[in-house]
């Protein structure tokens, strides 16, 4: 039977209705558990690391306060794949279609009363679970699409590195010219020292066009093919540095067209928020929007993740713990990363100036949080397609 194995946690309020739901889904799934204890469902969650969650309190807000707090205990479901099921009564059951519309939870069961529709349950627990296989089986192709756009980053570090190879072989060979004129110089000021006053009287000198012939030869035999050598030497890294580039042209194409088919297929995003809770929101709505979504909570991660990524658009909180999202956003524009990807700001202030200095920093737009769905969505959309 498909999806035997699954793990199934419910998390209620009353041990009645908890024991009641787990009876319901046991047939079919026997690794279902239950836990109404308030000090210890944090510890099952962990242990049991359900692929399903189904929240049975009796009121929705509730439900809202028990996950929004496991998010900010638990160091397992910020990494666990999983779904979850809210179960309403039929005066809640507007704000539970609510609640799952802004992807807060995935779907909703009209459980009390539980008189017309008794599969309705387990129905709703083989949908979750088929979803969540269905979205397992897209992560191969996520990856990859991550690893197409790290190489991108690496083209633009190998294009940065063979600059500076450049330069640097140019210096090495524009140091031995200098070198060479200036050893040149000095023989040829200690020839003229020495016949001039016999380098303050130290030597007498009795021939002078054999003292000149002297550091003539000294020059042409030994010094000067020293420091050629020096010279010729940097010729095979400034050669090496001028082709490098044709040399990689193929492979570089290849590399391109692969970031420019994961970009066309499914754009990635960058989430800069240290709210765990809102980070998983906005992951799971544009997930579903199939969009690749990275999420990190400080600044000094974000600058991390951008040096071997490149994502197509940043969400970013105007607050930081180290930071702040306008700061952040100067930074990548005008420091090492010279940035074009878009930068919508997601704040709560919604301040004129705040708004003022996000553009001049080099935001595209604003979300204001609580953010509405439709709307987020909309202008993701707007600046992924400029």
């Not at 419910?10 to 836990?35: I, K």
Request: proline residues 4%; glycine residues 4%; aromatic residues 4%.
């Amino acid at each position: 039977m498909k999806h035997k194995e699954a793990r199934i946690l419910v998390v209620g309020d009353n041990a009645v209705d908890a024991e009641q739901v787990c009876g319901m889904l046991r047939g079919r799934y026997p690794h279902t558990e239950a836990t109404t204890d308030p000090t210890k469902s944090d510890a099952v969650f962990d242990r049991l690391k359900p692929q399903l969650l189904v929240l049975a309190f009796k009121s929705l807000e509730a439900c809202e306060r028990f996950y929004l707090g496991l998010y900010r205990r638990s160091e397992v479901i910020q990494s666990l794949a999983h779904r979850t099921l809210l179960l309403c009564d039929k005066e809640s059951v507007h704000r539970a279609f609510d609640l799952c519309m802004q992807e807060v939870f995935d779907d909703y069961v009209l459980f009390w009363p539980l008189v017309h529709d008794a599969r309705r349950l387990p129905m709703s627990a083989h949908l979750a679970l088929c979803a969540l296989d269905q979205e397992q089986a897209l992560e191969p192709l996520s990856e990859l699409a991550t690893l197409a756009r790290r190489a991108e980053a690496l083209e633009e570090q190998l294009a940065q590195q063979v600059k500076l190879g450049r330069v640097h072989a140019q210096n090495a060979q524009s140091s031995a010219r200098m070198a060479q004129a200036s050893v040149s110089r000095a023989m040829g000021g200690l020839s003229e020292r020495i016949l001039a006053n016999g380098l303050d009287n130290a030597l007498t000198v009795r021939d002078a066009s054999r003292v000149k012939q002297a550091f003539g030869n000294l020059q042409r035999e030994s010094l000067i093919p020293t420091l050629e050598q020096v010279v010729r030497a940097a010729q095979p890294v400034q050669d090496w540095v001028d082709t490098i580039t044709s040399e990689l042209a193929e492979p570089l194409r290849a590399t391109q067209a692969m970031v420019h088919r994961a970009k066309r297929s499914r754009p990635q995003l960058l989430v800069v928020d240290d709210d765990v809770f809102m980070r998983r929101l906005l992951k799971q709505l544009l997930t579903s929007e199939q969009y690749d979504v990275e999420g990190v909570g400080t600044a000094a991660d974000a600058q991390l993740f951008l040096t071997k990524n490149r994502p197509d658009l940043i969400l970013m909180d105007v607050l930081l713990p180290d930071s702040n999202g306008i700061l952040l956003t100067r930074e990548l524009k005008a420091g090492q990363f010279h940035m074009n990807t878009p930068v919508i700001m997601l704040t709560g202030q919604t301040e004129k100036q705040v708004i003022v200095e996000s553009r001049k920093a080099g935001a595209v737009g604003f979300v204001a949080k609580p953010f509405n769905r439709d709307i987020l969505l909309r202008k993701v959309a707007q600046h992924l397609a400029h």
